[in-house]
Nanobody
Framework: VQLQASGGGLVQPGGSLTLSCAAS????????MGWYRQAPGKQRELVAS???????DYAESVKGRFTISRDGAKNTRYLQMANLRPEDTAVYYC????????????????WGQGTLVTVSS
């Protein structure tokens, strides 16, 4: 299973960016996908997640500004980030909890490559 992350970059405060994460490989089903982020000198924190059933969860700091969505047919998830703040600057990592084919229902967590989001004027 591979996760291909894209998006990110430099944006001014108040601006918007969209991250995407596409899962591929021997996927039977995806239980949860989402993003963590890690800022310099800080611990990795969960930003947002979405379950196979569409239930979403957000960090308090991003509620009302970030929206996670999915394109189930393509096993792709999107993180729309609006009203970005300098404190949102971090490396964002997508992840997926996947039921892999031919593993009798075993669930594995996979990570995409990190993508840097920099919010600065």
């Amino acid at each position: 299973v591979q996760l291909q992350a894209s998006g990110g970059g430099l944006v001014q405060p108040g601006g918007s960016l969209t991250l995407s994460c596409a899962a591929s490989g021997s996927i039977f089903s995806i239980n949860v996908m989402g993003w963590y982020r890690q800022a310099p000198g800080k611990q990795r924190e969960l930003v947002a997640s979405i379950t196979n059933g569409g239930t979403t969860d957000y960090a308090e700091s991003v509620k009302g500004r970030f929206t996670i969505s999915r394109d189930g047919a393509k096993n792709t998830r999107y993180l729309q980030m609006a009203n970005l703040r300098p404190e949102d600057t971090a490396v964002y990592y997508c992840y997926a909890e996947v039921v892999v084919r031919s593993t009798s229902g075993s669930v594995y967590r996979y990570w995409g490559q990190g993508t840097l989001v920099t919010v600065s004027s």
